[in-house]
T-cell receptor, first 115, second 114 residues
Framework: AQSVTQLDSHVSVSEGTPVLLRCNYSSSYSPSLFWYVQHPNKGLQLLLKYTSAATLVKGINGFEAEFKKSETSFHLTKPSAHMSDAAEYFCVVSPNAGNNRKLIWGLGTSLAVNP | DTGVSQDPRHKITKRGQNVTFRCDPISEHNRLYWYRQTLGQGPEFLTYFQNEAQLEKSRLLSDRFSAERPKGSFSTLEIQRTEQGDSAMYLC????????????FGPGTRLTVL
């Protein structure tokens, strides 16, 4: 079985400071892992994905995530927050084995960026 | 724009009415997924299709819900006898198939049941 735990429901940072959104996963199979972002009244957008290649994954808008198998973590980081980063962020796991490829979602982390 | 469209974007209905939503995926994608997102939660898997075959349904999908993908292209999700608890964002995702990892999401249909 697969599951995702986002360790913080809400994170608040100042503009220009680093962002860290934490995610732990559980998977019976070698997983694919994703971070999606959802801005208010907008659709879900893929930020980045890990699919068993490089463990440090670079995404759009300066975001990165590192897959750490020993810690079962996939934390999302950005060196310097921008006001436009304020949104809801979801960590997602999908098994690489099996056929259904359905996505299992965390509950989300709401990121606030203060001026 | 991901190339996945959903219609309508918003639907307000009274309890007990039937509603139907449509999803048009990316044309060469053979898989289509439906998810539901309630306020303050992450999306939850409802069902998925491989071409026209519905291969899996979540326990969240009660017998009031039915989904179809008659020609392996667009899909419809119908909710009969709507309840207030059905109020949510219904999301459709398009997936190319084996060897690819990303699901592309439509903008969603927000359902409000009064």
């Amino acid at each position: 079985a697969q599951s995702v735990t986002q360790l913080d429901s809400h994170v608040s940072v100042s503009e220009g400071t680093p962002v860290l959104l934490r995610c732990n996963y559980s998977s019976s199979y070698s997983p694919s892992l994703f971070w999606y972002v959802q801005h208010p009244n907008k659709g879900l957008q893929l930020l980045l994905k890990y699919t068993s290649a490089a463990t440090l994954v670079k995404g759009i808008n300066g975001f990165e995530a590192e897959f750490k198998k020993s810690e079962t973590s996939f934390h999302l980081t950005k060196p310097s927050a921008h006001m436009s980063d304020a949104a809801e962020y979801f960590c997602v796991v999908s098994p690489n084995a099996g056929n259904n490829r359905k996505l299992i979602w965390g509950l989300g982390t709401s990121l606030a960026v203060n001026p | 724009d991901t190339g996945v469209s959903q219609d309508p974007r918003h639907k307000i209905t009274k309890r007990g009415q039937n509603v139907t939503f449509r999803c048009d995926p990316i044309s060469e994608h053979n898989r289509l997924y439906w998810y539901r997102q309630t306020l303050g939660q992450g999306p939850e898997f409802l069902t998925y299709f491989q071409n026209e075959a519905q291969l899996e349904k979540s326990r969240l999908l009660s017998d009031r819900f039915s989904a179809e993908r008659p020609k392996g292209s667009f899909s419809t999700l119908e909710i009969q006898r709507t309840e207030q608890g059905d109020s949510a964002m219904y999301l459709c995702a398009s997936y190319r198939g084996q060897g690819y990892n990303e699901q592309f999401f439509g903008p969603g249909t927000r359902l409000t049941v009064l």
